[in-house]
């Protein structure tokens, strides 16, 4: 994907100098959503390597932009799901094809201090000018507390389904 000088957060130009009337309005804007973004945004190019981490990939993985961009994509998946996922990935980057383009996907993430996390995301597939795929993009989103939560109702449920037998044989 080239030179990454503006893909670490906080290093995109400025507004004020590419900004509406200056002819490069696409830029500017672009840089700013994924900078300002709560959510984490994060780019790889076809060998996996991190191009963009922008704030909201900061927060949610404790990892800075300096020290995520420039590494492998496996910085964030857990290790017994890197080799399903690096096959995944090299069969997307060499069809040009991906059955994830228009799906919520949710899937477990490591955090930098090793906890596990719940994320949801959705990728797209960067491709250039001559329709060749130079990288992937993904939109993340951290669901912890949310996925705990139904996993303690959806338990909660099965245990009051396995009473009601019980508690309708003792009403007759």
Known sequence: ??????????????????????????????QAIVRESSEAIVVADPEGVIQVWNSGAERMFGHTAAEAV???LELIIPEKLRERHNKGYRTTMATG?????DTLLAVPATHRDGHRLS??????????????????SAIMR?????????????????????????AAASQT
Not at 1 to 28: F, K, L, Y
């Open 1 to 30: 994907m080239g030179d990454n000088s503006n893909a670490v957060a906080g290093n995109e130009t400025s507004p004020a100098r590419t900004g509406p009337g200056t002819g490069a309005p696409d830029a500017w804007l672009a």
């Open 70 to 72: 420039g590494r492998s």
């Open 97 to 101: 094809e991906t059955r994830y383009g």
């Open 119 to 136: 994320i949801e995301f959705s990728v797209a597939l960067l491709r250039d000018a001559g329709d060749r795929v130079v990288g992937i």
């Open 142 to 166: 951290e669901v912890t507390e949310r996925r705990t939560t139904e996993k303690a109702l959806r338990m909660r449920l099965a245990e009051l389904e396995r009473l009601l037998p019980q």
